[in-house]
């Protein structure tokens, strides 16, 4: 099961865990995710017909929705950024390498726990969950339906 997807939500998760862990300010730390997510990959938000609103809520309140739009939106970015292929594999080498406070006993807990359903997007989510759970991070709010 490893090797199929081990998703550490972590587009979307390392500017929390970052901030949680680190000496930057939060809001330069999300800025700078956003900011390259926004420059490198902006097929993410055009793919996934995520809400403008749900994206700013997330960068500037981490505020979660749990729209199908959203988690395909960070679906989008796990791929663009290298931390999945597109058959879902997850490169966690590369996730331990590039986020800070990402770990290999992270990734294979957030593996375990993961939803075991066949929907990316909904394996996308579920692992960004839980990497905020193993950082005790409480996310201003996980809102929306799980459409």
Known sequence: MFSRF????????FPVVITYNSTKNPHEVFDRWKD???KEHPECYKSSGVDQGDVDDYWALIRIPSTKNFKCYLECMYRSF?????DGVINADQLV?????????IVNDCNAERSNTTDRCEEV???FICVLHHHSVTPTAVVGAST
Not at 82 to 86: L, T
Not at 97 to 105: A, L, S
Request: aromatic share 14%.
């Open 82 to 86: 290298h931390f999945i292929n597109d």
């Open 36 to 38: 390259r997510l926004e």
């Open 125 to 127: 989510y579920d692992f």
């Open 97 to 105: 390498e590039d986020v800070e406070n990402v770990t290999y006993d």
């Open 6 to 13: 081990v998703p550490i939500a972590i587009v979307l998760a």
